[in-house]
């Protein structure tokens, strides 16, 4: 889910020019590739109140995600295609993470 997404955002920025790849995209990846990291050291705290504070985190590090792939498709870096698709893949993941934030919430109140 977040890892083939943020592989998928690897794979298309390793192709690019050196100047768009070391400006733009190695924000791009570093945001994508933290999006799945901070959920992963949060499930690892096993603590209710740590696991959805990096939730949180990972949901920062998405929405900063959208707005570098944002970013690529307004400078022409990407085409609508990949813009369109890979935010599609981004905002199913944001609802999938929101999801996931609230089930914890619901787990501290019983």
């Given at each position: 889910m977040f890892v083939d997404v943020?592989?998928?955002?690897?794979?298309?920025?390793?192709?690019?020019?050196?100047?768009?790849?070391?400006?733009i995209g190695t924000q791009f990846v570093k945001a994508a590739d933290s999006i799945s990291a901070n959920i992963s050291e949060g499930y690892g705290r096993y603590s209710f109140n740590e696991n959805k504070q990096f939730c949180y985190y990972g949901?920062?590090?998405?929405?900063?995600?959208k707005t570098w792939l944002d970013k690529a498709f307004r400078r022409n870096i990407i085409?609508?295609?990949?813009?369109k698709n890979l935010f599609e893949k981004l905002d199913l993941n944001h609802i999938k993470l929101n999801a996931y934030i609230n089930s914890i919430k619901r787990q501290q109140t019983l």
């Open positions: 943020s592989d998928e955002i690897w794979n298309l920025v390793i192709e690019w020019k050196s100047f768009e790849k070391y400006t949901r920062g590090s998405l929405s900063e995600t085409t609508e295609n990949t813009y």
